[in-house]
């Protein structure tokens, strides 16, 4: 069975503080690997894709690597502002669903 | 460009009762999904519309949930009868075609407690 574990559950960083966020992931065949933000209130927002083993992606302070079986979120020098929950997702070759984990909540102190 | 729209964003019901959903996805995006999510887990996928066809209904709990995509714009997510369980935020999200970038753009959610 397709399946996505994220850890760890919580985190709390204090400001400038760099750390990881790992998803696990267990599929057949991956067609792609995904990760949102979630605010409080408000809808997944998109952040990035990732199709193959050694891919890396980055944004401001977010950096997405994939290998054979995870995936990290690396946040260099966090804010305040990227507390959220940050969400992965997969979806498996020869299916159009996306499997979500169940994020990790991110708290970044001042 | 408009996001997509939800409404109503939070709805309070008793048990047995029952409450609809709407979604105006993006102009021009072929697929609609929508998602349940309980506090505290990841979405979970109800049903996914291909223009106003069905792709994927698998666990979307039928003898109480249905949907539908009128004309391949607007959905909506009907719960007749709600159980406790129902209590979560239901998530609507658009993209442009089924096989994509990976990006889904998400509604805000509309916010339903059944008590």
């Known amino acids: 069975e397709d399946q996505v574990t994220q850890s760890p559950e919580a985190l709390r960083l204090q400001e400038g503080e760099s750390s990881s966020l790992n998803c696990s992931y267990t599929v057949s065949g991956l067609r792609g690997l995904f990760w949102y933000r979630q605010d409080p209130g408000k809808g997944p927002e998109f952040l990035f894709t990732l199709y193959s083993a050694g891919e890396e992606k980055e944004k401001e302070r977010l950096k997405a690597t994939l290998t054979k079986k995870e995936s990290f979120l690396h946040i260099t020098a966090p804010k305040p502002e990227d507390s959220a929950t940050y969400l992965c997702?997969?979806?498996?070759?020869?299916?159009?669903?996306?499997?979500f984990g169940t994020g990790t909540r991110l708290k970044v102190l001042a | 460009e408009a996001g997509v729209a939800q409404s109503p964003r939070y709805k309070i019901i008793e048990k047995r009762q029952s409450v609809a959903f709407w979604c105006n996805p993006i102009s021009g995006h072929a697929t609609l999904y929508w998602y349940q999510q309980i506090l505290g887990q990841g979405p979970k996928l109800l049903i996914q519309?291909?223009?106003?066809?069905?792709?994927?209904d698998s666990q979307l709990p039928k003898d109480r949930f249905s949907a539908e995509r009128l004309k391949g714009v607007d959905s909506t997510l009907k719960i007749q009868p709600a159980k406790l369980e129902d209590s979560a935020v239901y998530l609507c999200?658009?993209?442009?075609?089924?096989?994509?970038?990976?990006?889904?753009?998400f509604g805000e959610g509309s916010r339903l407690t059944v008590l």
């Open positions: 999200a658009s993209s442009p075609r089924a096989i994509n970038t990976g990006e889904l753009f």
């Open positions: 997702a997969v979806q498996a070759e020869g299916t159009y669903k996306y499997i």
């Open positions: 519309f291909q223009n106003n066809g069905v792709v994927d």
